[in-house]
Every structure is written in C-alpha cells, then in structure tokens.
C-alpha cells in the first residue's frame, strides 16, 4: 500500500506533540516565566487542564510514563495533597479570569485512586476554577477498572475514556508485563458504556516483542468486535537507554524496521476498510466521533495528549512531569515526586524546565502541525533555509509529497514518513537520533 524506503526513515524523530519539544526543554526557563505566562493570558481565554497521576497497580515494562506502583497509601495521599495545592495555586491566578472547558485525567493510571479520592479531585478542580459543565475525559487501566470506578465516571459527567489495551494477545502481554484477559476488556467497555461514556479510544501497538502480521491482525479484529469509537495504532518504541524498564524486553525479538513498516501498513488499512477515518498516521475514528468531525473541518490539533479536537490556546498541566503550553511559552512541571511535593507546598510555581517559543518556533510549529494533521502547510512565512530544502528534497524526489506554491502537502504514499518530513522543518535538529524514536 505504501512505497518503502527504508533510507527515509532511518533517522529517529520526535512525535512533535510540541515544538519546540521536550528535548529542548533548559532549567533557564521555569517558574516565574510560567507566573508571567498565566497573568498575561487574556481574560475569557479558554484552557484546559490536564491532571497527571503517576501511579498504576502494576508497571507495564514497555510504558515510557513517570509512574510509580501504587502499592503505599500514605505516597498517594502525599501526591494528592500537594497536586490540590498547585490546583489552588492555579486557580488563585486564573480563576474568575479564564474559562475551563476541558479536564483530561492522565498517568499512569487515574484508576489506580481510589474511587472517593478521583471524586474529591474532580470536585476540587470545577469548584477552583467556576467550570460549569467541562469536557472530562480519563484514561484507564482495563485491570483496575471496576464497577464502582466504572459508576462515578457517570456521576462527574465523564464522556470520554482512552483504555490501554496495546495487544490481545496472551503471549505477547506477558513479554511486555500487562496480562489483561480479552474478557477483562470486554467488561470494561460494557461498564464503560453503561456509565455514559460515548468516545472510547483503544491504545493498540504494533512492534511488540515477538508480534507477526497475523497476530497483530487478530488484535485488531478482536478490537474491532468490541467497537470502540477510536483507536490508536502507535509503533512501541524501544529506549532501555532511557527508560530501564525495557531492558526486561528482549530486543531480539522485535521486529525490525521493515516488519514495523508492513503492521503500520496493514493496521492502517484494516481499520479504514471497517470504516474509520484515518486521523494523522496512526490514530482512527469513527465517522462520527468528534476528533473525525474536526480532522474533516479542518480543527484537528496536536499538543502533549496527541491529535485532539481540543481549541483551547492554553493547556495547563498539573501534578509531577506535567507539561503547561501557552502560546510563547512551554514549562515542564519538577518530575520527581518528592520535589514536585516541596514546591507546590512551598507556595512555589511547580515548573522547573521550560523554553520559550520564538516567533521562528511558532510558525515552524504551525507547519510541523499542520503536516501532522493532514493538512498542506503554507511555508511562506519561513525565512529562506538551504538545510530545511536539503532535508526535504529526498521526500519530494520520491514522490511522498509535492510542493507547489510555497504549500507543501503530504501525499498519500507520503503518510508513513509524516513525522521524517515534518523533522524537515525543526531547527533543533542537531541532537542525536538515540533521543527519539522510530519514525515508523
């Protein structure tokens, strides 16, 4: 279905849920530029919030997250405390002045809380902030996902859920350390249905450690039965260098770059011919789901949580390794819990990195995004770059895209290679490929 040239793609790059990304983050950019950010947002400005809890019941060995095991009360209480310390903090800052219009829960695992606890944090957050009826979304762990947790999501209003599911498979579930039965799934998805829940994501995973064709299609099948309204085909990205968790996963037994390539290839066209829209190059939705209707209007955006319908210019990121963008300016909160902990109990801003986006970075950041969306991207307004039209020319020689106009539009043979084209644009590029991942 797609031309393979695997020259093309040998080069690591970002996923550019941000540019600059995260890679660039320095310590010279911190907590009194994200204060000066806050006070400068204009009143009425819509936000959203993004909560991370860093806690799971058990630690899959391919997840690159900053989550611990969530095995000792007495640290969940301690996180608790001081993430509603920096919501307080947050909101004695913007409340009043912006308008919350959507809360994603993220982690590790949101359900590794307590039901009461989740609920508390929710109340907290819309009564800080006067939210009326946000947007609340939550991600979940099929194996700690009960009636009850299930129950409450009805009950705060939740609409939106993302499982991670990653393989169907028993075997290849347990070389990556997340056992979950295809009954476990099939129960969350009912009680997840039953609570209210209308746009329910599916994270699959190709790549894996001793996965073939075949059993990424009976994966795929399995998922299709259980009809999700998206799903999200992602490559497993190997970095033991980086993370040591996946140092459990025998490197021998991943696929190589052109295996990798034929599954992309493969679960891209299972998908669309059971009716899904293709959403950027590695996520699918129904029709109907609101992040289709917004790729099809032209809406689709990209930030820390991945293509999202989501319009709001400001995401704020609360809780240990949480990320804030605003337009000029991206901070990463301090990752380690502990410190993260003494900053928001101090009275102190929880950003400890950061960079400022130049005007260089915001249009190149335009043209990375709208690559990344599917949408032709106007390049008129980059300053002339011989290094940018060397990167590029392979890309258009190989016919994977064609520019016309000072417009640049990935065709559709071109897809696989988005993020290598769109790495065609990043004036940072100079780091070393071992930062990144596959670009397939």
């Known amino acids: 279905m797609w031309p393979f040239h695997p ?3 040998a080069r690591a790059v970002p996923r550019y849920t941000s540019y600059p990304t995260a890679a660039e983050f320095g310590a010279s950019v911190g907590g009194a530029d994200q204060l000066a950010a806050l006070r400068s947002l204009p009143h009425g400005t819509f936000v959203s919030l993004y909560v991370h809890i860093p806690f799971c019941r058990d630690i899959c060995w391919y997840c690159g997250c900053n989550t611990n095991r969530a095995n000792r009360t007495d640290r969940i209480v301690a996180y608790l405390e001081a993430v509603e310390a920096e919501i307080n903090w947050l909101a ?14 993220g982690g590790g695992s949101p359900n590794a809380l307590d039901p009461l606890s989740f609920v508390r944090l929710v109340s907290q957050i819309v009564t ?22 299930a129950g409450l999501l009805g009950k705060i209003g939740a609409t939106r859920a993302s499982l991670g599911v990653q393989t169907l498979d028993a075997e290849i579930q347990a070389r990556i350390g997340r056992v979950q039965p295809l009954e476990m799934i099939r129960s969350s998805v009912d009680l997840l249905r039953k609570s209210g829940v209308t746009s329910l994501n599916f994270d699959l995973m190709y790549g894996l450690p001793g996965q073939s064709e075949a059993i990424l299609m009976d994966t795929l099948e399995g998922a299709l039965q259980l009809a999700p309204d998206r799903i999200a085909l992602f490559g497993y990205a190997h970095v033991p260098h980086l993370i040591p968790r996946q140092r459990r996963i025998e490197a021998s037994e991943l696929p190589g770059l052109e295996q990798r390539f034929q599954q992309a290839a493969l679960g891209h066209e299972r998908l669309v011919s059971a009716g899904l829209q293709p959403i950027g190059f590695d996520h699918f939705a129904q029709p109907s789901d609101p992040i289709a209707v917004a790729a099809r209007e032209g809406r689709l955006r990209r930030n820390f949580q991945g293509f999202t319908d989501d319009q709001a210019p400001a995401l704020l990121g609360i809780g240990a390794t949480a990320i804030s963008a605003t337009p000029d300016l991206i901070v990463q909160n301090e990752k380690n819990t502990g410190r993260y902990r003494m900053r928001v109990l101090g009275g102190q801003p929880a950003a400890e990195l950061g960079v400022r986006r130049s005007a260089d970075d915001q249009e190149r950041g335009l043209v990375i995004e709208d690559l990344l969306c599917g949408r032709s991207a106007d390049l008129s307004g980059l300053p002339e770059d011989g290094d940018c039209e060397l990167r590029l020319k392979p890309f258009l020689e190989a016919g994977l895209c064609q520019l016309e106009n000072d417009r640049l539009t990935i065709l559709p043979g071109g897809l696989p290679y988005s993020r290598a084209i769109a790495a065609c644009f990043d004036s ?7 930062r990144f991942s596959s670009a397939v």
């Open 7 to 9: 020259e093309l793609l």
């Open 128 to 149: 800080a902030f006067q939210a009326s009826t946000p947007e609340i979304s939550v991600e979940l762990d099929p194996r700690t996902l009960d009636a009850e947790w």
């Open 428 to 434: 940072y590029r100079a780091q070393g490929a071992g």
């Open 92 to 105: 004695s800052h913007l409340s009043g002045r912006v308008s919350l219009s959507r809360i994603s829960f």
